[in-house]
């Protein structure tokens, strides 16, 4: 894939700057003409149709060097999953092969202020308004929602949870760019506020009270899955980065690896990093074989990952002391990244109650 190919080499060199401005449009442009938007959609909505394999090969590559261009691939995957798994034929036809090809960009928005690991708690509000819908509430840490062209906005109606597309040009929607978080910082997050807006009701994905079993829960799979993979690219840039550090740097008289504890950091880090991807590659063997056991196997892979990234990158900043904590330090850009990934798409807490019931039920194997 060439145009991922000049992806990689671009994130390689200006991944730096881009946690610093936010990932560029001529970047998103290029993400879009190497086919990123749409990797998993089938070559008939215009896609590049690879399989669950190949989707994480894809973003562990990415991951390996720029966490927002892999969140680029995760966002636009979510929304567009849940699309084509729960719309209707029409809609099918109207925003799938659009989202793939990048022709719209495509916001993730569910959190809310008391609305995080527990979305069912959404306070956003879906009300009748003839036959269209009138929408107000206020979404919090939306990936690229300072450049989304529409939203799936989670909300709550009369007949329980429900989604809808919401366009951001449409009156009502007010965008506020969000700086300087901890993590993520290329990825165009903003906080959306929904004031009235009202949507046709052909913008409805899937009936009302399907919103968070269905909709959401097929998008948070498919981001628990993109994210587990760019989590194996971090460990695996940051353990590169401190491989080649311990082998190069010369302290006093000896050069790092000659350490022994040095040493040990390496070690364990590969084999933490090593067996995590296990983890991945289980999932995808899984989910393109579609046995039902693969949505537990991503959660499980999603939860290794992002702990091991964490680690790792915590290890990595360590052997390059302060070289790690340096303006433009992949692992030091990557030990704040790592934490964000430990939280969105399932909090490592939630995570883990979520396999202690699956391998108490006797479901694990």
């Known amino acids: 894939m060439i145009g991922i190919d000049t992806l990689v080499a671009s994130a390689e060199t200006d991944a730096g700057t881009w946690d610093e401005t936010g990932l560029p449009v001529d970047v998103i442009e290029a993400a879009a003409r190497a086919g990123v938007l749409g990797l998993d ?195 695996r840039g940051c353990l590169a980065d401190a491989a080649a550090h311990a082998s190069t740097r010369v302290q006093g008289s000896a050069v790092l690896s000659e350490h022994d504890s040095v040493r040990a950091i390496i070690g364990r880090s590969w084999v933490d990093a090593a067996g995590a991807r296990a983890l991945c590659e289980r999932a995808a063997e899984q989910r393109d074989a579609h046995e039902p056991s693969a949505l537990f196997t991503t959660i499980a892979a999603k939860y290794a990952a992002s702990r091991v990234a964490a680690s790792v990158s915590q290890q990595a900043v360590q052997v390059l002391g302060a070289a790690g904590c340096a303006p433009g330090s992949r692992v030091g850009r990557f030990f704040r990244d790592a934490k964000v990934m430990q939280i969105i798409e399932g909090a490592t807490e939630v995570a883990e109650l979520q396999i202690g019931d699956y391998v108490l039920g006797g479901g694990a194997r």
């Open 41 to 235: 959609r089938t070559t008939d909505c215009r896609g590049l149709g690879l399989n669950a394999a190949e989707l994480g090969s894809v973003a562990e590559r990415l991951g390996a060097v720029c966490t927002s261009l892999r969140s680029l691939l995760t966002v636009q995957g979510m929304v567009n999953a849940a699309l084509d798994r729960w719309g209707t034929a029409e809609q099918r036809a109207q925003w799938v092969p659009a989202l793939a090809t990048g022709e719209l960009l495509a916001g993730f928005a569910a959190t809310e202020s008391g609305a995080g690991s527990d979305l069912s708690s959404v306070t956003t509000s879906f009300e009748a308004h003839g036959s269209d819908h009138r929408i107000s509430g206020r979404k919090l840490w939306v990936t690229f929602g300072e450049v989304a062209d529409v939203l799936l906005v989670l909300g709550r109606s009369q007949a329980g949870l429900t989604t809808a597309l919401v366009e951001t040009d449409a009156p009502g929607v007010s965008v506020e760019p969000i700086h300087g978080q901890l993590g993520m910082r290329g990825a165009r997050i903003a906080h959306i506020a929904l004031d009235g807006v009202v949507v046709p009701a052909d913008h409805l994905i899937a009936p009302p009270g399907f919103g968070l079993s269905h909709v959401v829960g097929t998008a948070l799979d498919h981001g628990r899955y993109t994210i587990a993979w760019g989590c194996a690219g971090m460990a």
